[in-house]
């Protein structure tokens, strides 16, 4: 029998709280400011780094010698935390959190993959349940591989069946080409479609398209 595995981005899919999502966008801009001392735009130099390298404090060592160390303790401050908790604790989150935890229990295996340090992805993990567990190279964003490189993917067991819901198109083209990896886009509230891979709008949907898959995935391997 296939290996069930649902593989969850976290940023944009599992936390979409408008307000937090600035708040982290605004810390990455400032940090860019702040590596950047003379650069006049750091709003779009923050995007076009992100948009070429899959992440700022990527962008910023490639492209400038920059050590970028110290992103993650910059960008994923206290405040940003804070308010990550009262996202978690919140009636919305909890409620999506209890259909993921019952996937859980009906033999799938949940892992967050993100490139958001683990001080991020494990708190997401923990507001979900016991049983899901976390891949985020972002932990370390001098030497590991990030989405959407390859190598990135590598920490997946090869042989195992992986459905892959992301919001990044570009993440989940990376996906599209590996043996047993099926992407699914995140999309809320859009009626685009793409023609290479289901989209869906919300984590009921996620959830329901894991359990109708379920029994196609002995056929997928």
């Not at 043996?179 to 999309?187: A, G, Q, R």
Request: net charge negative; charged share 25%.
């Amino acid at each position: 029998m296939a290996f069930k595995s649902l593989v969850l981005d976290i940023d944009g899919v599992l936390v979409r709280d408008r307000r937090l999502l600035d708040h982290v966008r605004h810390n990455c801009v400032r940090y860019v400011a702040k590596k950047l001392p003379e650069c006049k735009d750091p709003a779009y130099t923050n995007r076009l780094l992100y948009a070429t390298a899959g992440h700022t404090a990527r962008g910023l060592q490639n492209n400038f010698g920059i050590d970028t160390s110290d992103f993650n303790k910059e960008v994923y401050d206290r405040p940003v935390r804070d308010r990550l908790w009262e996202v978690l604790s919140g009636t919305q989150f909890q409620e999506e959190a209890k259909e993921i935890h019952e996937l859980t229990q009906n033999g799938w295996r949940v892992t967050l993959f993100t490139n958001s340090p683990i001080e991020w992805a494990g708190e997401v993990a923990r507001a979900i349940g016991d049983q899901v567990y976390v891949v985020c190279p972002g932990s370390d964003v001098v030497t590991s591989p990030l989405k959407p490189e390859a190598r990135a993917f590598t920490d997946f067991a090869k042989h195992h069946t992986h459905i892959f819901v992301d919001d990044s198109l570009t993440n989940l083209t990376t996906a599209r080409w590996l043996p047993n990896w099926h992407p699914v886009h995140f999309n809320p509230g859009s009626t685009d479609r793409v023609d290479w891979c289901p989209t869906v709008g919300s984590i009921w949907e996620v959830c329901l398209f894991a359990n109708s898959a379920d029994y196609e995935i002995n056929n997928w391997q």
